[in-house]
T-cell receptor
Framework: GESVGLHLPTLSVQEGDNSIINCAYS??????FIWYKQESGKGPQFIID?????DKRQGQRVTVLLNKTVKHLSLQIAATQPGDSAVYFC?????????????FGKGTHLIIQP | NAGVMQNPRHLVRRRGQEARLRCSPM?????VYWYRQLPEEGLKFMVY????????ESGMPKERFSAEFPKEGPSILRIQQVVRGDSAAYFC???????????????FGEGSRLTVL
């Protein structure tokens, strides 16, 4: 499955399929980007990050892609599992900022269908 | 090693009352951040504290909200004279270092959900 547009509130995919969650960021000066996963009733959990001098980074079953030209960030989840159901947030950090410099997107709710 | 501990997990207050939310950072972490999350929204930064110091409170409302991180004990986010618009989830996060210089070293608690009647 692939989100049709940016800021799509809900993305529904079949278990085992790949998911792509998109995010547009606002500040061309942001130097660091993070994806978080938030399960219902819990706090955000770090998934993967990428610095602005990179365009791709891979983790276990997840890949983050950064396109600085169009200020676009995406999270790819391979072979989705029921445990991947959650809200996914991207966050950008302004250059030189700390966690107080993080700006979070509104999130995409990923639903995994059996 | 316990994670970031927040309490209470749920708090109900009537308009005009006070709400106190507590956060104990992870062991060894001296940097604490508070965020607010409205329903269907992302997290909004409120305040960044180190022990006995407020480093950045640019996200805090000017009135009714205050935060502290004393030498001993948890960090406290205090909301006086609560209004319905204060209803939200309040998340605390801690870090061992400032600035997120290392990968992903920001750990969140499970949040305190405030409901104002």
């Amino acid at each position: 499955g692939e989100s049709v547009g940016l800021h799509l509130p809900t993305l529904s995919v079949q278990e085992g399929d790949n998911s792509i969650i998109n995010c547009a960021y606002s500040n061309s000066a942001s130097d660091y980007f993070i994806w978080y996963k938030q399960e219902s009733g819990k706090g955000p959990q770090f998934i993967i990050d990428i610095r602005s001098n990179m365009d791709k980074r891979q983790g276990q079953r997840v890949t983050v892609l950064l396109n600085k030209t169009v200020k676009h960030l995406s999270l790819q989840i391979a072979a989705t599992q029921p445990g991947d159901s959650a809200v996914y947030f991207c966050a950008e950090r302004r250059t030189g900022g700390g966690a107080d410099g993080l700006t979070f997107g509104k999130g995409t709710h990923l639903i995994i269908q059996p | 090693n316990a994670g970031v501990m927040q309490n209470p997990r749920h708090l109900v207050r009537r308009r005009g009352q006070e709400a106190r939310l507590r956060c104990s950072p992870m062991k060894g972490h001296s940097h604490v951040y508070w965020y607010r999350q409205l329903p269907e929204e992302g997290l909004k930064f409120m305040v960044y504290l180190q022990k006995e110091n407020i480093i950045d409170e640019s996200g805090m409302p000017k009135e009714r909200f205050s935060a502290e991180f004393p030498k001993e004990g948890p960090s406290i986010l205090r909301i006086q004279q609560v209004v319905r618009g204060d209803s939200a989830a309040y998340f605390c996060a801690s870090s061992p270092i400032p600035g997120l210089r290392n990968t992903g070293e920001l750990f969140f608690g499970e949040g305190s959900r405030l409901t104002v009647l």
